[in-house]
């Protein structure tokens, strides 16, 4: 965290030095916009990180023309025996570029560092992945595609690749939305992480006013109960609730 806002620091800076000329530039402006969520199951790709408990969520990211960076953090629980050893909260730093390519469609290329402070040397949760995603919008729908790879996923599990495609739909006159997504994870040592590859999927509707925003979505994978981390319930369908503001 301490890294990001000094890298959003050295930025302020630089265009401060820089004078007036830049200081003028919308392209150059520097923003920052933050969340905060309270959720009834932490998900990530399907599967609860939380023992299916509830979590606590936030987040803010800087961004300068088309860069990024931002941090992001949850509460979790993967329910390790040891409590000594046992993680707590997720905290993800993340950066990239977002530019248009016209009317073809909208560039991401960025990455996210998934680190989970606290936890003992017996595991090796932590793990960088890269992604590049390409979205298109049309009147109130959008269509969107991405993909991302880690050399080394979570639990020193080799390298993974995820794909994945989504949609949204805002319902025009009403501030409710729909959304739906699919993904495929691929990992190169399955024993290692607990499951075999696997596809996930997510719909879901949200309603947001004056910076609240209230979702629920049938979140879940197509493993069963025996190929879920040696007989777990954690990558079953499930309804996620939420409850957002922007800060």
């Known amino acids: 965290m301490n890294a990001r806002v000094w890298s959003l620091t050295?930025?302020?800076g630089l265009l401060v030095l820089a004078g007036p000329a830049v200081a003028q530039d919308a392209e150059l402006a520097l923003s920052f916009s933050g969340e905060?969520?309270?959720t009834n199951d932490y998900t990530f790709r399907g599967i609860s990180q939380t023992s299916e408990d509830p979590a606590v969520q936030a987040g803010i990211t800087g961004g300068v023309g088309n860069v990024y960076l931002g941090t992001w953090g949850s509460s979790l629980d993967f329910g390790e025996a040891d409590a000594a050893d046992r993680a707590t909260?997720?905290?993800d730093i993340f950066g990239g570029i977002a530019a248009s390519l016209g009317a073809a469609a909208d560039l991401d290329v960025g990455f996210v560092y998934y680190m989970y402070p606290g936890t003992g040397g017996t595991y090796d949760y932590n793990f960088v992945e890269f992604a590049l995603g390409l979205s298109r919008s049309f009147s109130n729908v959008s269509a969107g595609v991405s993909a991302a790879y880690s050399?080394?996923?979570f639990a020193a599990s080799g390298s993974a690749v995820y794909m994945s495609g989504s949609l949204?739909?805002?319902i025009p006159t009403t501030n409710?939305?729909?959304s739906a997504?699919?993904?495929?994870?691929?990992?190169?040592?399955n024993d290692a992480f607990g499951t075999p590859d696997y596809v996930d999927y997510s719909i879901g509707a949200s309603l947001s006013t004056l910076g609240i925003s209230l979702g629920a979505a049938a979140v879940g994978t197509d493993l069963g109960k025996?190929?879920?981390f040696g007989g777990s319930d954690l990558c079953t369908t499930r309804v996620v609730m939420s409850l957002g503001m922007e800060l």
């Not at 997504?181 to 040592?189: K, T």
């Open 10 to 12: 050295v930025v302020a």
């Open 36 to 38: 905060a969520a309270l």
């Open 89 to 91: 909260a997720e905290v």
């Open 151 to 153: 050399p080394e996923f």
């Open 168 to 170: 949204g739909l805002d």
């Open 176 to 178: 409710l939305s729909l």
């Open 181 to 189: 997504s699919i993904g495929r994870q691929s990992i190169d040592d």
């Open 226 to 228: 025996g190929d879920c």
